[in-house]
């Protein structure tokens, strides 16, 4: 039998609760704040109440109402008396079934923090009716819990001693931290390119020569095997391209390149000597040696990296060009890349979010005929890359790219046009590569004619003839020049080879930029008694930080509205649209561009609607965010954050409702966070943004609704410092994320039991705190770690590892792990539920370890 004994006992009781809340003057006003009419169904006994908010006084009727509801919320009788008990997980009892709601539901939850006080309230009611068996038969019946075998403690305590552990070391991390960290400051290197014409088109002459020069020493050296590389990308033939482009460029311009990008940094002014020693792999290079010819990049001409990534420079570039207009400039992006990459769905998104946005960029293809191997005929459908630009709306032109005037001219054009706010250009530029793909290569796709007739179109030997026959050259000029480019880049190839390996101790250095200390060392503050959702603290953090930074942004699918969750609903009116940004659905654009604006000074928070989106986006997850900063060899920071709700519970069945943290755990360079609680959510969220590095940050939705007290102050809390719930000495638990409330209900039953059961919440998942998980777990002598995401390569794994190197004589039995099924997250409910964690499983695996099983 349940707690009520009928339908008229359950109105009687209640009712009563209801009569009490409409006197309650601040919680009744609260409750009218939401202007709903919601509609509580019960099962057995059977039953209904019908609560009108929407007018004053507020109203309630037991039994058949004819008024509609905006939401419904069916539940057992039992299950609504332990709500009104604060006994039930609400979100949990939703994503379990226990509650089914219909309606208004994202705006019932939001009543929850004025609800709480009725949780006091409920047990008065039932005390001045009388019914405190109500009250007694809630609780669960201590047990006492089992005398231990004094005999077997003994001996086991001759196996068991007090491991000695240096916790300062563990919790060592790749994270530069000081007292004080240099703003971010732009430096350009002057390109001191001549005004007069005659002049100018010398200079092009000379820098398409150095170009020549310097990519044929390359050759000779990788023909030699003094190139630590086995893939060279030259640009043989393509150097007016390089040339006509850049000299277009004011010195402030931004330019993001692809793997063959020797020609476009030589051609914007990059150092020659640094060039060479990093082909050459040595630390004088301009990545120190961690870049490579394919990712050699230089920040002083305005360089966003040279990237290895097809297509991946044109949403870098979108970004890039997103900052120019965000900070009100009159600057431009200029972003190369070859035929071939515009097969790629990042070259669509890219130009579609230009377009879109009229972003001041200009895209220059390098058609060469040829993606790597394949002809352009058989790789695009169209007979020229600039006729894609109609699906934009905006201009596509196509230009000889073998003379150097003709694409200085359209791209001076496609600049003026960008900066009057008109938005992108597409300039295709019709050009060869004389070598093959790679350096070394047969290049057998391709007929001996087909060469030789390009090479008669040589576009140095066709400039170095029209300025002679324009009379601004004379021969022994052109051979003078050769000359002096020659011994520019034998001077280049002596310092390299002259100049020394990177040190060992380079490769823990540049993953990550240096941080304030604060954000690491930061005390927490009282929470206070202020409660509000885990929603309304994201906003909070996200309106604060964009209140208090200007070059915070937010970015995403719908976040003007609020997005999915409704997380950011109303920044939009405070902060406008250029800061709170809805983008197309494109996840590329998003976070790729957020990354080229991370680059180049601004501070952006991309949302990511649903965590299982991150795949649409695993290239700037993988290889661009992370990796930036260390290819460039520290030359920048991406000071970025990525926002996304994951996790199971709302009956999306497998492509919306992974959690996908352990994945992100195995790519260094990301801060990753999960907090589990509205005051550690605001606060991290908060660091996250002030932070130098990229993080992401996962949210649970679960947790939207979840309600908790949270300081009315400016607070941070500190990134890779963990947080114990619960204190206890029987059992650690570590939680992740939506899995620690289930963890403290499990502590909280078994507490009951006669066991305390400590519940520890990593809350950063790196850095992770090592040395607060490995104090625990000495404390207790048993570890069990709790997560939503599957068990085979999990959080878990990774922790149960680490404990077990440095603590394994504390434990007093195998550590446990509880996690998520090895399989897809069905649509069905009943095998939704069974396929993550719930409190009863925790609770039953702890019983387990603390019998000794």
């Not at 390098?366 to 020229?384: D, I, K, M, Q």
């Not at 057998?444 to 090479?455: F, G, L, N, Q």
């Not at 604060?518 to 953090?541: F, H, M, N």
């Not at 950063?764 to 090592?770: E, I, K, V």
Request: aromatic share 6%; charged share 25%.
């Amino acid at each position: 039998m349940g707690f009520f004994r009928d339908t008229d006992h359950l109105y009687g009781v209640l009712g009563a609760l209801f009569e009490r809340l409409r006197v309650e003057e601040e919680i009744a006003r609260r409750l009218r704040e939401s202007d709903l009419t919601v509609r509580f169904i019960f099962r057995e006994p059977d039953g209904a109440i019908t609560v009108n908010l929407t007018q004053w006084p507020i109203s309630f009727e037991c039994g058949e109402s004819e008024l509609p509801a905006d939401v419904e919320m069916t539940q057992s009788a039992d299950t609504a008396h332990l709500f009104w008990l604060g006994k039930i997980n609400v979100p949990s009892a939703i994503a379990t079934r226990k509650i089914v709601a219909r309606g208004s539901v994202p705006k019932a939850l939001a009543l929850l923090p004025a609800i709480r006080p009725a949780f006091d309230i409920y047990p008065a009611v039932l005390e001045d009716l009388g019914e405190r068996e109500l009250l007694e038969a809630a609780q669960v019946t201590e047990t006492a819990r089992g005398r231990r075998c004094e005999g077997l403690k003994a001996l086991l305590s001759r196996f068991r001693a007090r491991p000695s552990i240096d916790y300062n070391s563990l919790n060592e991390h790749l994270i530069p931290l000081a007292d004080e960290v240099t703003p971010y400051v732009e430096q350009f290197s002057p390109q001191n390119l001549p005004s007069n014409e005659g002049e100018l088109r010398r200079e092009m002459l000379r820098r398409m020569m150095l170009i020549r020069e310097f990519e044929k020493a390359l050759a000779a050296e990788f023909a030699t095997g003094n190139l630590p590389s086995e893939a060279l990308h030259l640009s043989i033939g393509q150097e007016a391209t390089a040339v006509g482009a850049c000299f277009a460029l004011r010195e402030d311009a931004y330019m993001t390149t692809t793997h063959r990008g020797h020609g476009h940094m030589l051609a914007k002014g990059a150092d020659v000597r640094g060039m060479m020693a990093e082909a050459l792999a040595k630390v004088t290079g301009l990545c120190k040696g961690k870049g490579g010819c394919m990712h050699v990049t230089d920040g002083r001409v305005g360089a966003v990296g040279a990237n290895g990534i097809v297509g991946a420079s044109v949403v870098l570039g979108a970004g890039a060009a997103w900052s120019a207009k965000y900070r009100n400039t009159d600057r431009v992006a200029v972003c190369f890349l070859g035929d071939g990459a515009t097969a790629q769905g990042m070259f669509h998104e890219g130009m579609n979010f230009a377009a879109v946005r009229k972003l001041p960029l200009v895209a220059v293809v390098e058609n060469n005929l040829y993606g790597e191997f394949t002809p352009f005929s058989e790789h695009c459908p169209v007979e020229r890359v600039a006729q894609r630009a109609a699906a934009y709306g905006i201009p596509g032109i196509t230009v000889d790219g073998n003379d150097v005037w003709a694409v200085y001219d359209a791209a001076k054009a496609a600049i003026e046009r960008a900066r009057r706010g008109l938005g992108p250009t597409l300039l295709e530029c019709l050009t060869y590569r004389i070598s093959g793909h790679t350096e070394g290569e047969a290049a057998e796709y391709r007929s001996d004619e087909e060469v030789e007739a390009w090479k008669e179109r040589d576009p140095i030997e066709r400039l170095a003839e029209q300025l002679l026959a324009d009379g601004l050259l004379h021969e022994h000029d052109v051979q003078r020049m050769q000359d002096s480019v020659r011994g520019e880049v034998r001077a280049a190839l002596e310092f390299a080879a002259s100049s020394r390996q990177p040190p060992l101790e380079e490769l823990d250095a540049d993953i990550f930029a240096p941080d304030l200390r604060i954000l690491y060392s930061a005390e927490p503050v009282p929470q206070g008694r202020r409660e509000i959702t885990y929603a309304a603290a994201l906003w909070e953090a996200l309106a604060e930080e964009m209140g208090r930074d200007s070059s915070v942004y937010l970015l995403g699918e719908d976040v003007s509205t609020g997005g999915y969750f409704s997380v950011s609903a109303g920044l939009i009116d405070e902060f406008g649209p250029m800061r709170v940004v809805d983008t197309p659905i494109s996840e590329y654009a998003i976070v790729d561009s957020a990354i080229g604006a991370a680059m180049t000074g601004l501070r952006p928070v991309a949302e990511i609607m649903f965590e299982d989106f991150l795949a649409s986006c695993m290239d700037p997850l993988l290889n661009q965010a992370p990796k930036l900063r260390f290819m460039s060899g520290g030359q920048y920071r991406v000071p970025l954050v990525v926002r996304t709700p994951g996790g199971a519970g709302v009956g999306m069945a497998a492509q919306h409702s992974q959690t996908l943290e352990g994945l992100f755990l195995n790519i260094p360079g990301w801060i990753l966070m999960a907090p589990s609680t509205p005051y550690d959510a605001k606060g991290l969220l908060k660091a996250a943004i002030r932070s130098n590095n990229p993080v992401l940050f996962f949210e649970n939705k679960l947790l939207y609704s979840s309600v908790g007290p949270v300081p009315d102050k400016d607070y941070v809390l500190p990134i890779g410092a963990a947080d114990v719930k619960r204190e206890g000495k029987d059992l650690t638990i570590v939680a992740v994320g939506a899995t620690v409330p289930l963890a403290l209900e499990a502590a909280e039953e078994l507490g009951r039991e006669g066991s305390a059961v400590e519940v520890l919440d990593p809350r950063t998942l790196y850095p992770m705190d090592w040395a607060a998980i490995a104090r625990s777990v000495v404390k207790t002598g048993r570890l069990m770690v709790v997560e939503m995401g599957p068990l085979t390569g999990g959080v878990g794994s990774e922790i149960v590892a680490r404990v077990q190197e440095v603590a394994w004589r504390a434990l007093k039995g195998p550590a446990r792990r509880v996690a998520g099924r090895d399989a897809p997250i069905a649509y069905n409910r009943r095998l939704e539920n069974a396929a993550v964690p719930d409190a009863q499983q925790i609770a039953e695996v702890a019983r387990q370890m603390l019998r000794g099983g």
